[in-house]
């Protein structure tokens, strides 16, 4: 059972434009998110955050939505730039207690940003 | 400041051989995890560690894979004997402490088995 569900394996953007990335879980207990990012040979880096008090967190170019009502996240990249062609993955984690700080991960979504 | 250092970055080996694969964590990071990534996945906890004390083990194939932090700080994976289904990477990660602190990775082992 996928907790963590990327539905787009694959995403296409031309520079400078809007890359939008999405998200959907199903568990409830889940209450902070993250989005790692991905080049080939070499392991996953972290890129953003948000916990569930908060609807959206943002770093730069890249913004993080949360709707917890729909149990959706976001990651808007604006704008877009070819050293952002990477795989992405949205990650989740359950409360505090002994499950704390574990990451659940999505399946990842590979965006590539054209000149 | 190094990063969390894993050896080998690949292997292939003949099914059921065994493998193991090292991790050196950041330091002063208490926090260690095993992951396995399969090919068009995300990664998948095997294993998380508090300093030497393993405190999530419930998705580790306890029948073939054995893991182990004697001292708090490095770690090896291990699996005997290995099966086809095992190709894939495996991720070391880690953290300052358990709980909401990121997670650094490593570059990771790819692990082919004929």
């Known amino acids: 059972d996928q907790q963590v569900k990327q539905n787009s394996p694959s995403l296409s953007v031309q520079e400078g434009r809007i890359s939008i990335l999405n998200c959907d879980y199903t568990?409830?207990?889940?209450?902070?998110f993250l989005w790692y990012k991905k080049y080939p040979a070499e392991g996953p880096t972290f890129l953003i955050s948000i916990s569930s008090i908060k609807d959206k967190n943002e770093d730069g170019r890249f913004t993080v939505f949360l709707n917890k009502s729909a149990k959706h996240l976001s990651l808007h990249i604006v704008p877009s730039q070819p050293g952002d062609s990477a795989v992405y993955f949205c990650a989740a984690s359950p409360a505090q207690g002994n499950q704390g700080g574990k990451l659940i991960f999505g399946q990842g979504t590979e965006l590539s940003v054209k000149p | 400041e190094a990063g969390v250092v894993q050896s080998p970055r690949y292997k292939i080996i003949e099914k059921k051989q065994p493998v193991a694969f090292w991790c050196n964590p950041i330091s002063g990071h208490n926090t260690l995890y095993w992951y396995r990534q399969n090919l068009g996945q995300g990664p998948e906890l095997l294993i998380r560690y508090e300093n030497e004390e393993a405190v999530d083990d419930s998705q580790l194939p306890k029948d073939r894979f054995s893991a182990e932090r004697l001292k708090g700080v490095d770690s090896t994976l291990k699996i005997q004997p290995a099966e086809l289904g095992d190709s894939a990477v495996y991720l070391c990660?880690?953290?300052?402490?358990?709980?909401?602190?990121?997670?650094?990775f490593g570059p990771g082992t790819r692990l082919t088995v004929t």
């Open positions: 568990n409830s207990m889940f209450d902070y």
């Open positions: 990660a880690s953290s300052f402490r358990q709980g909401r602190g990121e997670q650094y």
